[in-house]
């Protein structure tokens, strides 16, 4: 009978259950107890001035080192804890966290990322004032990282929040650019700082023309904009040397620095410079 054959399908639905979405269940409910657990950490990686490689901040980046699968990338567990409350508790543990450790630092910034979700989370503005308040923190010491999503669905929403927080102080940049959907014509409407130049296009800079036009172009309308441009994913003599050129005001890769440990960051952070000196790693860019 309906009853019999329903329990049947439920059943057999579970069995066959995409893996996917056990998987899903499984990183929800091991972030759930992963802070108390101590499973959670960040980690800090240089952004550096173009010509000085003085370290102007760092951006701070989650690790999840489970206990029972061993080590799972944010790229993998965030857009999970994106899809419930999860985000909240583990995007407050963040920012308090790299709050913290950025006390330390003699001048920098920490570049935190949010999500679309905790942007736009009721009274974010008021949330992300407390938290800096409570740390003894200047806001132009926070930057906050958002992506194109974040504030494209609702666009006149998130233009207001950018304007308040960019009132208050706190920098704000554009993560990934040139991932999304938005254009230089319509980001011209939001209170931002920076740019980051996606990471896809500084690897691609040099093997297609397309990548570089397109950071040749990021860069000259950013600036144009008045906004800084950050490239990342910088691991090679022969970008830094592009970029150079090209006018990237910052840059960010593993040619610098992986992410490295709080301490090893308030090392580098204290020492102000990759390398220990005010040198220049390449040469001059021309003009
Ligand atoms: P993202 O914000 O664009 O961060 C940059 C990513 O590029 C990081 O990956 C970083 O480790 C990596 N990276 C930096 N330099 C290089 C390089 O030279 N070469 C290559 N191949 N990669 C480089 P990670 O740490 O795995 O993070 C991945 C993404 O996860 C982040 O992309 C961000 O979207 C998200 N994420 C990481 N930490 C947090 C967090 O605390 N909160 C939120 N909401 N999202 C986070
Ligand atoms: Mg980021
Ligand atoms: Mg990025
Ligand atoms: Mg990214």
């Not at 107890?33 to 499973?39: C, L, P, R, V």
């Amino acid at each position: 009978d309906a009853k019999r054959n329903g329990r049947g399908i439920a059943r057999l639905f579970d069995e066959s259950m995409d893996e996917g979405i056990r998987f899903r269940r499984r990183i929800e409910n091991g972030l759930g107890g992963a802070i108390e657990k101590g499973e959670l950490s960040l980690v800090y990686q240089p952004i550096v001035s173009r010509d000085s490689i003085e370290i102007v901040g760092f951006e701070a980046l989650v690790r999840w080192n489970t206990q029972e699968y061993g080590p799972i990338s944010p790229a993998v567990f965030i857009p999970i804890a994106e899809e419930s409350n999860i985000i909240h508790e583990l995007g407050d543990w963040i920012l308090a966290q790299a709050l913290e450790v950025l006390k330390q630092w003699p001048g920098q910034y920490v570049s935190v990322n949010f999500s679309p979700r905790q942007f736009r989370r009721h009274n974010f503005v008021g949330h992300i004032m407390q938290s800096v308040q409570h740390a003894g923190i200047e806001p132009a010491r926070l930057q906050i990282e958002i992506t194109e999503t974040a504030i494209f669905d609702d666009a006149d929403r998130a233009a207001d929040t950018l304007y308040k927080l960019r009132q208050m102080g706190f920098r704000i940049a554009l993560d990934d650019f040139g991932t999304g959907y938005s254009s230089l014509y319509n980001i011209r409407k939001f209170a931002l700082d920076s740019l980051k130049i996606d990471r896809s296009f500084i690897d691609g800079m040099g093997r297609e023309r397309e990548s570089a036009a397109i950071v040749h172009s990021i860069i000259h309308l950013g600036h144009a904009l008045g906004l800084e441009v950050i490239a990342e994913g910088v691991e090679t003599e022969a970008q830094v040397q592009s970029l150079r050129i090209a006018g990237a005001s910052h840059l960010q890769g593993y040619f610098f620095s992986r992410p490295v440990p709080a301490e090893q960051a308030l090392a580098l952070a204290t020492q102000r410079f990759i390398g220990g000196e005010e040198i220049a790693i390449v040469p001059e860019a021309a003009t």
